[in-house]
């Protein structure tokens, strides 16, 4: 066990800078084994501090020299800390020279300046800027950077970073140098080089104004056939942040770099945007109807930080939804406008909404859970979560929600205008909102600061005499980590109200048939008037908060609104409803060896939906899926794994059963001939297919699993290949020869690979002993992440009812490969550790074992302070 504890950071702790930096300039000589970085810095005394010590950051570097306004300074005229350089009462005028080495292809972390297949690049958000050279190293410190790289030339051919190159050419001894400026100023943490053999697709591309940019991705050489749809949709983004928000491109050129080993999906340093591979490279032959859609988000995503994140940057990472939220709900509706269609949106949000149940409920119901604004953390890294990010997204898309469209926009303009080139804070941006819209929004500030999922619970009474409706809607919000109580939250809830007849009710004279009440206190009653028969509430449309709403719905209200509401959210809401409570009866009859049954109202409801043509396919298929094993598992007070997977299992199996008939013809109705295309009706069709195809795999018969054959072996596209080899494993068939073909077939394709190892890491049958046999396969490594993510996580995550194995070998699996994955790269670490956030709501007999692992994790050597945050939390 360690004995020196890790330090907690506080938000309220925080302090400005005691010196700004102006310029920074960083010559770097690249060497696998040993790279030099000199660094020239101009930091001038910051007016509101009362320190006169500058405070360097550094970590795993070696100093080499330093400078102090041209004199060479002695180590007695410094202080070297662990992770800090101090200089003592330094003059208000100070100009640093600061040699350091550094070992990049040492460096597993993937933070700071590293290797990949043999080329270098840099990850700097949050902190990875001190792994390269000392330097303040926090995002108030913003300052104008000029580097110059030197490399060998026939490794390292192509050398970027930030901004414009201004200069480049041959050196002696086969080595060759390119100068980089960028004109804005910005935090470290958007720093970024890359010096690599790559290509590129490239284009110039005219803004509204009528300027010209350049546009690039680069990529490995025998990739460039799968750049077209990241460069399309970087178009699409541009076009969409000047049309949607009045945002320009303020750069000439704008590049995206794929790398394979990297540990997030991509990063926005200024102009230079550094991708994971997986949100970069795809042709139909090779990625997902999914995957196809993941890069649009992620280079919009990437793309749209550009203005909310770099121009306009967070003051400490605490704000950092600041950012992440924002820049989320932007790349949310970049997506839905790129759909366009109403019911394409309603898909877009479906998914919003399941992302929040299946990952940040929990979240915010573990130990882990913090609010959107976090007060204190250990490691900055374990905050790059689904709190900040996706709940994030849902405040700011809050704000849109009670503000309306054109006051939110109002309210951004204003933000651009008052904080450009600043870095700011969750309140400054709320302030934005309030000054532009009148409005007063102190208590919405709860959002920022509450953990924690608020309950909505309604309750409703119709007075037929009176023609009046009464609504009352009471929340509470339960407990979290360091938070006892709860003050209530301003949260907008929209609603509707359903006639006999299916269609919505006038709720006030101006005809409206949704309205956002404001819920503010405990509890409130609302009155709709003129309200002529006993309706049926839809509640909380288009998931307008991000709350668990609790109304006691009768099976027959369910019905109605699943196949009448007219939005388009709460209809598949109904659906999920009736089939949550079938779930958890049938765990309960699995549990007590009761006979299961489903009962034919719901399945008729399932089927008249299948059948509905005036729906489109993608909604058809969102409304079909069954809620997920986790999903059912929150809802449990004791969590079984293997019951939830086992009455799952049946309810698909009676579904097919019954609508076999049904499901063929949709499977045969859905074919999407002719070329590829991922756009959303085809993507939306494929879905249905595909969905139809794994019900039919639930209860298959020698006629299904051909289907699945033949589909797997005549695919023309990786969407229907890969679903058929899914389904084929799931139907319980003999899928050897097949698996055995699709690596053959892409075993140089490592997204692919990625692929197949995820593919069986989820397979009903894969236990923890073939997932080790998986690891002894020759493609597996570790290393790179986004292998190490494709089985372990696959599997710990994905295939509960495995995991979950009662002698506790699934959680011993977990601790031992936590404990290697701490030694090369803590972050990744530390994420998979998460898996076991919420082990006190399973069992007494599979929390021992769980214990057990998490104690093993958290007495291993040399524990970085990632993981050792995230298993005491859970222990605690
Ligand atoms: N800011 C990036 C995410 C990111 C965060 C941390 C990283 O390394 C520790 C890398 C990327 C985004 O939101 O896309
Ligand atoms: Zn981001």
């Not at 009362?50 to 004199?71: M, P």
């Not at 079938?582 to 939906?609: M, P, S």
């Not at 939830?644 to 499901?663: G, P, Y």
């Not at 894969?766 to 396969?777: F, N, Y």
Request: charged residues 25%; proline residues 5%.
């Amino acid at each position: 066990m360690r004995t020196d504890s890790p330090q907690t950071i506080y938000r309220k702790d925080y302090t400005p800078p005691s010196y700004l930096v102006e310029t920074v300039e960083l010559g770097f000589d690249l060497d696998p084994a040993r790279t030099i970085v000199a660094n020239r810095v101009t930091l001038r005394h910051n007016p509101d501090s009362k320190s006169r010590d500058i405070v360097l950051h550094g970590e795993d570097i070696e100093l080499v020299a330093l400078r102090l306004n041209g004199t060479e300074l002695n180590p007695g005229q410094y202080i070297l800390g662990a992770h800090t350089l101090t200089i003592k009462a330094a003059p208000l005028n100070a100009v640093l020279e600061i040699e350091t080495t550094c070992v990049p292809q040492d460096n597993t972390t993937l933070s700071g300046l590293y290797v990949s297949n043999g080329s270098f690049y840099t990850q700097c958000e949050a902190e990875g800027f001190r792994r390269i050279t000392y330097f303040p190293d926090r995002p108030d410190v913003m300052a104008k950077y000029t580097v110059m790289l030197r490399a060998d030339k026939e490794k390292y051919p192509v050398l970027l970073s930030n901004g414009n190159l201004v200069e480049e050419g041959d050196l002696p001894d086969g080595r060759h140098y390119a100068k980089w400026e960028d004109p804005f100023k910005k935090p470290s943490y958007l720093f970024a080089l890359v010096a690599a053999r790559l290509v590129c697709q490239e284009e110039t591309y005219t803004l509204q104004s009528g300027r010209e940019v350049l546009l690039q991705v680069w990529v490995e050489d025998g990739n460039l056939d799968k750049t077209d749809y990241a460069m399309q949709s970087l178009k699409n983004s541009i076009r969409w942040d000047e049309e949607r928000w009045g945002l320009e491109l303020d750069l000439d050129r704008f590049m995206i770099v794929a790398v394979g080993d990297f540990n997030m999906g991509a990063m926005e340093n200024k102009g230079l945007n550094i991708f994971n591979t997986k949100f970069v490279l795809a042709n139909p032959s090779t990625a997902t109807d999914v995957d196809f859609a993941g890069i649009e988000a992620v280079v919009g995503h990437e793309y749209f930080h550009n203005w909310t994140g770099n121009r306009v940057t967070c003051r400490d990472w605490f704000q950092l939804s600041l950012k992440e939220g924002l820049t989320v709900f932007r790349d949310q509706e970049f997506s839905a406008d790129m759909i366009g269609t109403a019911s394409g949106r309603a898909v877009t949000r479906i998914d919003q909404v399941r992302t929040l149940r299946q990952a940040q409920f929990p979240e915010d119901a573990g130990p882990m859970a913090h609010p959107v604004r976090p007060d204190s953390f250990v490691e900055i890294n374990n905050f790059y979560t689904v709190t900040v990010y996706e709940k994030g997204a849902e405040v700011v898309r809050m704000y849109q929600t009670l503000l309306g469209r054109e006051a939110f926009r109002k309210g951004m303009d204003l933000y651009f205008a008052r904080h450009d080139e600043q870095a700011v804070t969750c309140d400054d941006f709320r302030a934005a909102m309030a000054s532009a819209s009148g409005r007063n929004l102190d208590q919405f500030e709860r959002w920022y600061s509450q953990a924690g999922t608020p309950v909505v619970t309604a309750s409703t009474s119709y007075d037929a005499e009176g023609q009046a409706y009464e609504l009352t809607l009471a929340q509470r919000c339960p407990p979290t980590p360091g938070q006892p109580t709860k003050l209530p939250f301003h949260i907008p809830v929209a609603v509707g109200l359903l006639g006999a007849d299916g269609f919505d009710l006038a709720l006030n004279l101006e005809g409206e048939t949704t309205v956002v009440l404001e819920l503010t206190q405990a509890q409130q009653t609302f009155r709709f008037e003129g309200i002529r028969e006993a309706p049926t509430p839809s509640l909380l449309r288009d998931f307008s908060a991000p709350v668990i709403l609790e109304y006691p719905y009768t099976d027959d209200e369910l019905v109605h609104l699943f196949r009448h509401d007219s939005d388009p959210v709460n209809r598949w809401e109904a659906g999920q409803r009736l089939a949550m409570t079938r779930l958890l009866k049938l765990t309960a009859a699995v549990q007590q060896g009761a006979e299961l049954e489903l009962d034919y109202g719901f399945i008729a409801a399932q089927r008249a939906l299948l059948l509905d043509d005036g729906l489109d396919a993608a909604f058809r298929e969102q409304a079909l899926i069954l809620p997920s094993e986790s999903v059912v598992a929150d809802q449990m007070d004791v969590v079984d794994p293997r019951a939830i997977h086992t009455a799952r299992q049946f309810m698909r199996k009676t579904i097919a059963t019954v609508l076999r008939a049904e499901l063929l013809n949709a499977y045969a109705a859905n074919e999407t001939p002719g070329p590829y295309s991922p756009d959303a009706i085809s993507a939306g069709k494929r879905g249905l297919k595909n969905l139809a195809l794994a019900y039919l795999c639930a209860a298959p018969d020698t006629h299904i699993v051909e289907l699945a054959r033949r589909q797997f072996e005549g695919a023309t596209n990786m969407t229907d290949r890969a679903a058929a080899l899914v389904s084929l494993i799931h139907s319980g068939a003999d899928a050897e020869q097949a698996l055995r073909s699709f690596y053959e077939q892409f075993e140089h394709e490592a997204l692919v690979v990625d692929k197949w190892f995820a593919i069986q890491a989820n397979a009903p049958t894969t236990d923890v002993a073939r997932v080790r046999e998986l690891m002894q396969h020759p493609a597996f490594t570790l290393k790179t992440p986004n292998r190490a993510r494709s089985l372990l996580f696959s599997f710990c995550n994905g295939n509960p009812a495995q995991f979950h194995a009662p002698d506790g070998s699934g959680y011993e699996f977990w601790a031992e490969h936590v404990i290697k994955l701490n030694a090369l790269n803590p972050q990744v670490a530390a994420r998979f550790a998460r898996t076991m956030d919420r082990w006190r709501r399973y069992d007494p007999a599979l929390q021992a074992h769980m214990r057990a692992a998490l104690e093993k994790v958290a007495g291993a050597q040399k524990l970085s302070n990632d993981v050792l945050e995230v298993v005491s939390k859970a222990l605690s």
